[in-house]
């Protein structure tokens, strides 16, 4: 069992896939033609990632931006601010390609194209890996441990962080699940292949408030939030996710990003 830093409850992670319009892409190439599904992707880039950095800026927390290699080319503003912010910058494909069957070699190209793309940006590779659309194929694990990934924030089988193993190295699992996305309260469209829901802030707030108050009498566990700024950024929505940050802040959360918290889970292991 991990023992968080200065004996807080609960490790927590604000992960954020800034998608853009590859968010309908990735779902459906015809998505992005259709005009509200295309304008909606835009709003993330024009208004709702401006919003949660500023959000992230007065409660004095650094987040994780995962980001697919199409949009940090089509939106360099927006991704060199964050990067200026201090948050990290993750993996998440290049045109968010929710496509599984594809071969080692086809992932392994995609990876490595967007790691230039990032490490122009940042200086560095990333560290950190989502799959679009949560999708991840049976040799991804042995692709991150082979090019020197931190972790992975995939699984959804436990409230703990864990290992996978790959001839001597390990990744870093950082579980994430759809009860703490944005999307499944929020996500909404005329194509009938989705679900349509939209929730209340309030209502949000209080589901993802009863889990972290249960999970902090869970010594060990980690709280990974997922959100949009196409959809969590909503002036409404981030203004009710501040109260709840600022709630977990004074309620015995760590809050850092995934990459800070995999290191510190590596480290515990040693």
Known sequence: MV??????????????????????????PKCIKTF?????GQYGPHEGIYRVIKMLDRQEVKATFFIPGWVAENYPEQVELIH????EIAYHGYMHEEKRGIS???????????????????????????????????????????????????MKNTNSPYFHAHNGNNV?????????????????SYSPFTHNNIHAPN?????????????CQEPGSVLVFKCHPQLIGRAGRVRRFSELIGYMKTHGAWIAPAESIARYVLAQSE
């Open 3 to 28: 023992v968080w830093p200065n004996d807080t409850n609960l490790a927590v992670a604000l992960t954020f896939e800034f998608d853009a319009e590859m968010y309908w892409y990735g779902k459906d």
């Open 36 to 40: 509200a599904n295309l304008s909606r």
């Open 84 to 87: 200026a912010k201090g948050h």
């Open 104 to 154: 080692r070699a086809e992932e392994e190209e995609r990876m490595e194209k967007c790691e230039k793309i990032i490490a122009g940006i940042t200086g560095k590779r990333p560290v950190g890996h989502r799959g679009p659309g949560s999708i991840i194929h049976p040799f991804t694990m042995e692709l991150l441990a082979e090019r020197g990934y931190l972790y992975s924030s995939n």
């Open 172 to 188: 870093v699992e950082l579980p994430v699940d759809e009860y703490l996305d944005d999307a499944t309260y929020y996500f909404f």
């Open 203 to 215: 209502f949000v707030n209080d589901c993802w408030r009863t889990d972290f108050d249960a999970l």
